[in-house]
């Protein structure tokens, strides 16, 4: 059983910045890639930062610039630092990881989200 939970969500005015956690737990002999998506109320989840267990990263354009992903691999947890946040950013924001729970088999496992809303 491997659970992630996110943290950090919450209210910031337009221009502000939030740092957003997310800490896996559970069966985990290693986790490969972590990444965030959001999803804004009548749209599609899309993919806000991606990064593989080395460091390498990934980012969606509307947020490459402003936002960096980063983890703790012996913390089991993964970062996002959003500054000039903006109106558009509004959206519940998920976790997602990507867990070996033996050497050889993995799950792709969700956390349950964690709602930022940007004021203008």
């Known amino acids: 059983q491997v659970q992630l939970v996110e943290s950090g969500g919450g209210l910031v005015q337009a221009g502000g910045s939030l740092r957003l956690s997310c800490a896996a737990s559970?069966?985990?002999?290693?986790?490969?890639?972590m990444g965030w998506y959001r999803q804004a109320p009548g749209k599609q989840r899309e993919l806000v930062a991606t990064?593989?267990?080395?460091?390498?990263?990934n980012y969606a354009d509307s947020v490459k610039g402003r936002s960096t992903i980063s983890r703790d691999n012996a913390k089991n947890t993964v970062y996002l630092q959003m500054n000039s946040l903006k109106p558009e950013d509004t959206a519940v924001y998920y976790c997602?990881?990507?867990?070996?729970?033996?050497?050889?088999?993995?799950?792709?496992?969700w956390g349950q989200g964690t709602l930022v809303t940007v004021s203008s």
């Open positions: 997602n990881a990507v867990v070996f729970t033996t050497p050889i088999s993995n799950l792709e496992v």
């Open positions: 559970g069966s985990i002999f290693s986790i490969s890639a």
């Open positions: 990064i593989t267990r080395g460091g390498s990263t």
